[in-house]
C-alpha cells in the first residue's frame, strides 16, 4: 500500500513539474518569437548587429557588459550571451537562443527585467525578422 502512494505521488510530483517546465510560455521579462530562418543562420545576424549596436558603438547601456556568442552548440540552440565585463566567468545576465527552423528564438535573464529590457527585446526582434539596424536608441 505504501509503495501505491509512493509511485502516485512520484507521478502527480513530476507530473506538476513538467507542467511548470514546459516553456510554451515566456516568463516576465523573457522574449519568445519564430523566425522564418534556421537557428543558426538567425543567431548569426543577432549576434552581429548585438555586437555592432550594443558593444562596438559604445552604447552606455552595455558598457558594463561582454558579449560572449556560443553559436557552435551540439545541442542545436546557437545562443549569444550578455555577461559582465569584469567579470566574464559570471552568469550570463542575459541569454539569446534559438531553435529548429523556422527559429524559435528566446531571450531572458536579469537584463530582460530591467529599464532596457524593452529595447532588448525589440532590437531582437528586429534582427531576428532580418532587420540590420540599430535603431533610435543605439
Not at 13 to 27: R, V, W, Y
Not at 75 to 88: D, E, H, M, Q, Y
Amino acid at each position: 500500500m505504501k509503495r501505491a502512494l509512493l509511485v502516485v505521488a512520484a507521478a502527480a510530483t513530476l507530473s506538476t513539474l513538467a507542467a511548470c517546465q514546459s516553456g510554451n510560455e515566456p516568463g516576465p521579462g523573457s522574449l519568445a518569437l519564430s523566425s522564418g530562418n534556421a537557428a543558426l543562420a538567425t543567431m548569426e545576424r543577432v549576434a552581429l548587429a548585438a555586437n555592432s549596436c550594443w558593444f562596438k558603438s559604445r552604447d552606455a547601456t552595455f558598457r558594463p557588459y561582454r558579449l560572449a556568442p556560443e553559436l557552435n552548440s551540439f545541442s542545436g540552440r546557437p545562443r549569444i550571451l550578455v555577461v559582465p565585463a569584469k567579470n566574464p566567468g559570471d552568469r550570463p545576465l542575459l541569454v539569446v537562443q534559438a531553435e529548429g527552423n523556422p527559429a524559435k528564438v528566446e531571450a531572458f535573464g536579469p537584463l530582460m527585467h530591467q529599464s532596457s529590457g524593452n529595447r532588448i527585446a525589440s532590437d531582437i526582434r528586429r534582427w531576428s525578422a532580418g532587420g540590420s539596424g540599430c535603431g533610435s536608441a543605439g
